[in-house]
């Protein structure tokens, strides 16, 4: 495991496996967990072996879930994956797959509103600001900016000043 997000009703926890580029549902029982499911993060399974995960994020409302991948073999599948999330059965719904236009994508936030992310292409020390579509789970490239060492963690504050 990698990381983890919890719903806000803290029933499920959602983990991402970075080795088998995998992301897990769980449900807590009071006494521990039980696995809900299991899914890839590459639509195309053939290229999940060349792919980590590397981060995992749960959209405001709880009802989208968001896990980057990292292409170690520089071929190019460097993507944000999107799941619609069931906030009942803690059950995940593949909806897209987004190529992120750069290399390694370490981190990502959205911006307060949940429409435009910012992504660190670890390995071109880029930053990325990208619109999101929650209906298509579709990322677009607004704008990529240089001169970054490693750009590997974002949070906004909130109206309470709250990152």
């Known amino acids: 495991p990698r990381h983890a997000g919890f719903q806000k009703n803290g029933k499920f926890p959602y983990v991402i496996f970075e080795l088998l580029n995998y992301v897990a549902s769980y449900r807590y029982t009071?006494?521990?967990?039980?696995l809900v499911e299991m899914r890839t993060l590459i639509a195309d399974p053939k290229f999940n072996k060349d792919c980590k995960a590397s981060a995992i994020k749960l959209?405001?409302?709880g009802?989208?879930?968001?896990?980057?991948?990292?292409?170690?073999?520089?071929?190019g599948r460097d993507t944000i994956t999107v799941f619609n999330v069931d906030p009942d059965t803690g059950r995940m719904e593949f909806?897209?797959?987004?190529?992120?236009g750069g290399r390694f994508p370490r981190d990502f936030a959205f911006m307060p509103g949940g429409r435009f992310a910012l992504v660190g292409l670890k390995r071109q020390g880029q930053i990325g600001s990208y619109a999101?579509?929650?209906n298509t789970g579709k990322f677009t490239l607004v704008k990529k900016m240089d001169g970054f060492h490693r750009p590997l963690y974002f949070a906004f504050r909130t109206?309470?000043?709250?990152a």
């Open 30 to 34: 009071g006494e521990g967990f039980e």
């Open 59 to 61: 959209s405001e409302d």
């Open 63 to 75: 009802t989208q879930l968001f896990c980057s991948n990292r292409d170690m073999t520089l071929t």
């Open 95 to 100: 909806l897209s797959e987004s190529a992120v």
């Open 132 to 134: 999101y579509d929650g």
């Open 159 to 162: 109206a309470w000043g709250q």
